[in-house]
């Protein structure tokens, strides 16, 4: 079986017992449509388990994004000349993943030895931006976000990593014209498209992102075999 789930954002105990759940074995594959890490305090514990098993994928969100760009760059005591030597641009980066949740992957990544925080980088930086899969004649276009400023000739590989990773996507008009032809993804909580913590259905549009790390919200996975959802 193929599943996607996202949005882990560090309940690496919602994880496992998602993974128990669906009865997950070397047979199935797992697509992790994105964030993993952040505002959660064990999204690199997760991360550890998903690069020892060949049959999970990782699909890069916003919050991978942020942390591959700042991680590199705080591998250093933080100092004022540290701060100083930094390029405003990075300055506003390394803010925004603070603000966003990053303080709990900084603090995670502190604890790992050096050799887990190189194998970690590499692995983000090898993560897919996206993936089309065919499964009972139905395609399945996998990405963090969804396909931002879309446009009906644009292939995919044509898309900047913003528009893949950080857009809000109208999901009733992203045009896919092909009623077998489906866009998976997270990134926007379904509690803020439906208020309920249910996988989103529009038109050729799937919402998974449940909100896993909120107190409403649940981590949702879906057998794209089945179209069977699960929730923890």
């Given at each position: 079986?193929?599943?996607?789930?996202?949005?882990?954002?560090?309940?690496?105990?919602?994880?496992?017992?998602?993974?128990?759940?669906?009865?997950?074995?070397?047979?199935?594959?797992?697509?992790?449509?994105?964030?993993?890490?952040?505002?959660?305090?064990?999204?690199?514990?997760?991360?550890?388990?998903?690069?020892?098993?060949?049959?999970?994928?990782?699909?890069?969100?916003?919050?991978?994004?942020?942390?591959?760009?700042?991680?590199?760059?705080?591998?250093?005591?933080?100092?004022?000349?540290?701060?100083?030597?930094?390029e405003e641009e990075k300055l506003h980066i390394l803010q925004d993943w603070l603000t966003e949740g990053g303080i709990h992957t900084l603090k995670e990544y502190k604890t790992l030895t050096l050799q887990?925080?190189?194998?970690?980088?590499?692995?983000?930086?090898?993560?897919?931006l996206f993936e089309e899969i065919s499964i009972n004649d139905k395609k399945f276009i996998l990405v963090h976000a969804g396909l931002g400023n879309y446009a009906k000739d644009k292939m995919l590989e044509?898309?900047?990593?913003?528009?893949?990773?950080?857009?809000?996507?109208?999901?009733?008009?992203?045009?896919?014209?092909?009623?077998?032809?489906?866009?998976?993804?997270?990134?926007?909580?379904?509690?803020?498209?439906?208020?309920?913590?249910?996988?989103?259905?529009?038109?050729?549009?799937?919402?998974?992102?449940?909100?896993?790390?909120?107190?409403?919200?649940?981590?949702?996975?879906?057998?794209?075999?089945?179209?069977?959802?699960?929730?923890?």
């Amino acid at each position: 079986m193929i599943y996607v789930m996202s949005d882990l954002h560090g309940q690496y105990d919602k994880y496992k017992d998602m993974l128990t759940q669906i009865n997950f074995s070397k047979h199935d594959t797992l697509y992790v449509l994105g964030d993993v890490l952040d505002r959660g305090e064990h999204g690199l514990k997760i991360l550890l388990d998903m690069m020892n098993r060949n049959n999970i994928v990782m699909i890069l969100g916003n919050h991978e994004y942020m942390a591959v760009q700042c991680l590199p760059i705080i591998t250093q005591d933080i100092t004022d000349e540290f701060l100083n030597s930094l390029e405003e641009e990075k300055l506003h980066i390394l803010q925004d993943w603070l603000t966003e949740g990053g303080i709990h992957t900084l603090k995670e990544y502190k604890t790992l030895t050096l050799q887990q925080r190189k194998q970690i980088i590499d692995y983000l930086y090898e993560s897919l931006l996206f993936e089309e899969i065919s499964i009972n004649d139905k395609k399945f276009i996998l990405v963090h976000a969804g396909l931002g400023n879309y446009a009906k000739d644009k292939m995919l590989e044509d898309y900047e990593l913003e528009e893949l990773v950080w857009s809000r996507p109208d999901y009733a008009s992203q045009g896919i014209d092909d009623p077998d032809t489906f866009i998976v993804c997270g990134h926007t909580p379904t509690l803020t498209l439906h208020g309920k913590a249910k996988i989103y259905h529009k038109e050729q549009s799937i919402v998974i992102d449940c909100g896993a790390y909120f107190k409403e919200g649940k981590l949702a996975c879906l057998c794209l075999d089945t179209m069977e959802e699960f929730y923890i």
